[in-house]
């Protein structure tokens, strides 16, 4: 089973709007990370917000924002008043078993996000 | 602001060669890791390293490859008699701690893309 679920592989925005990526996640932990990272067509890996499963808030960092809903399993990105800059791969990640020293990321297949003008 | 760097980025060699992927990591950071991805796959975990030596590896990281930080600021990736399927990029990472919170975060350099012909 997958650990970790985009099921958008691609997706087309126009300018401004706000945008949802989708991830769903899979672990049978307590304890628990979830990161989105943004990978440009230059091929760098760009952290942009962090979940933790502890927390009560959603995470935001500026124009972006985690909607956690942990009964769900799901840890969808907002991005809000998208830009043309935005158009990227975008990554869900997971780290599992952080009480038991796991220290690897698992990774999504991805979402292309493309910002029309 | 601080930022994983690697070098090269960009490698060419022919199989059966021995490459040397280098890292400098944040310089807090206590916490080394490397990924790959090969094209239009996913990110895939390799190995990280703490305290100098590694704390966990994946079943990717076979005899052919280790690591070694040789000293207080690099950190590198040694892939002994590449094979074509090595083909990819390779990302480091580098975080201040494993935890419970946004101090887990994995920063990750520019990567570098390895070709074997």
């Known amino acids: 089973a997958q650990k970790i679920t985009q099921t958008q592989p691609g997706m087309f925005v126009q300018e401004k709007e706000a945008v949802t990526l989708d991830c769903t996640y899979d672990?049978?932990?307590?304890?628990?990370?979830l990161f989105w990272y943004k990978q440009p067509s230059s091929g760098e890996m760009i952290f942009l917000i962090y979940?933790?499963?502890?927390d009560e808030q959603n995470a935001t960092e500026g124009r972006y924002s985690l909607n956690f809903q942990k009964a769900r399993k799901s840890a969808n990105l907002v991005i809000s008043a998208s830009q043309l800059g935005d158009s990227a791969m975008y990554f869900c990640?997971?780290?599992?078993?952080?009480?038991?020293?796991?220290?690897?990321?698992?990774w999504g297949a991805g979402t292309k996000l493309i910002i029309k003008p | 602001e601080p930022e994983v760097t690697q070098t090269p980025s960009h490698q060419v060699t022919q199989m059966g060669q021995e490459v040397i992927l280098r890292c400098v990591p944040i310089?807090?950071?206590?916490?080394f890791y490397w990924y790959r991805q090969i094209l239009g796959q996913k990110v895939e975990f390799l190995v990280s390293f703490y305290n100098n030596e590694i704390s966990e590896k994946s079943e990717i990281f076979d005899d052919q490859f280790s690591v070694e930080r040789p000293d207080g600021s690099n950190f590198t990736l040694k892939i002994r008699s590449t094979k074509l399927e090595d083909s990819a990029m390779y990302f480091c990472?580098?975080?201040?701690?494993?935890?419970?919170?946004?101090?887990?975060?994995?920063?990750f350099g520019p990567g570098t893309r390895l070709t074997v012909l």
């Open positions: 310089s807090n950071h206590l916490y």
């Open positions: 672990t049978s932990d307590q304890s628990y990370g």
């Open positions: 979940q933790g499963s502890y």
């Open positions: 990640a997971m780290r599992e078993g952080i009480e038991d020293s796991n220290y690897q990321l698992i």
């Open positions: 990472a580098s975080s201040y701690y494993v935890g419970t919170g946004p101090t887990d975060t994995q920063y």
